[in-house]
């Protein structure tokens, strides 16, 4: 049996009270970003710790082996232990830790040099304790002078929150792009009958363009492209671009360049985006050619 110090935050614990994780190394990868989390065991002791807040929510049991959660909907890809609470402080409270740590009787191994405790947690989600480390801290779970109110404290979004918050808003703008893709390549499909275009996702636009016009550098990509040969030569050319979240004027960009090379463009975003982008357009594009080439879509209406 071991013994740790894992350092999570409030938010987490209000989440999932019942678990501790760390990120993973890599995306799709089954191990924790931090080796060390991956020494933790079935069995083992952990000393909760809430970092900005500085309190030590309590004393758990590890009960489970390390388990991978693929897309959990606090935490998202993440590896996890699940915990057991043994030994509490009083309810309504958590270890006042600067005030434990400040404590004159208390030298711990954990930190060497007292005065910058909180330097040896930095970037870290656990530490390996001694057993003695453990006792003390345990030991003063039950003294009053030593106790903060749960209710003095505020919940606050640590940067691993605000990463993973990130990383949900990506997957967000992922998923609205590739429905959007897969709704404008069925009717792809369907548009011409029993001809069956070539369809393609996520294409460079220099597969659009003639060689002598290719671009050499920060080379741009379209979301869809619908090619329909005959005979083994191009007889239409469609593309989708698909904008959330991004750049309006990066869209209209990617528009001009393709726009004298392709017969039809689809250009699919929310109400505001596509009213922007459609006037930024008839600025700067020959507006007998948008009218001719160019059909302008919101989401909703996509997907009607």
């Keep these: 049996m071991k013994y740790w110090f894992v350092v999570h935050d409030l938010m987490a614990y209000s989440q999932h009270n019942d ?25 083992d002791k952990i000393v909760y710790y809430a970092t900005r807040d500085k309190v030590v929510v309590g004393i758990f049991d590890v009960v489970s082996d390390m388990e991978y959660l693929a897309n959990d909907p606090y935490w998202n890809e993440i590896i996890v232990f699940s915990i057991k609470p043994i030994d509490m402080p ?5 270890l006042d830790f600067k ?38 801290m ?70 659009i363009l003639p060689e002598s ?17 005959f005979g083994g030569l191009p007889v239409h050319k469609a593309v989708l671009e698909v904008h959330h979240k991004g750049v309006r004027e990066d869209t209209v960009v990617r528009i001009a360049i393709i726009l004298p090379f392709v017969d ?16 930024l357009l008839y600025r700067i594009a020959d507006n007998n050619v948008l009218r001719a080439r160019v059909e302008f879509h919101t989401f909703r209406e ?3």
Aim: hydrophobic residues 35%; contains cysteine.
């Design 302 to 304: 996509y997907l009607a």
């Design 264 to 279: 039809h463009i689809d250009i699919v975003g929310a109400e505001e985006d596509i009213s922007k982008i459609r006037e």
């Design 19 to 43: 678990m501790i994780g760390c990120r993973v190394k890599e995306k799709g990868l089954r191990t924790p970003k931090f080796a060390q989390f991956a020494e933790i065991q079935k069995g």
């Design 99 to 136: 005030k434990f740590i400040d404590d004159e009787n208390v030298q711990l191994s954990l930190f060497p040099k007292k005065k910058i405790w909180a330097r040896y947690l930095q970037g870290k989600t656990c530490r390996k304790l001694t057993q003695n480390d453990f006792e003390k």
């Design 138 to 207: 345990r030991s003063y779970l039950q003294k009053s002078n030593y106790l903060v109110e749960t209710k003095m404290l505020k919940l606050k979004k640590t940067r691993w929150h605000m990463r993973e918050r990130k990383i949900g808003k990506a997957k967000e703008v992922t998923q609205i792009h590739q429905k959007m893709v897969e709704r404008w390549m069925e009717k792809q499909r369907l548009q011409f009958g029993p001809l069956r275009p070539t369809i393609l996702s996520n294409v460079d636009l220099n597969r």
């Design 213 to 229: 016009t290719w671009l050499h550098e920060n080379t741009k990509q379209i979301d869809g492209l619908s090619i329909l040969e």
């Design 90 to 94: 009083p309810e309504g409270y958590y």
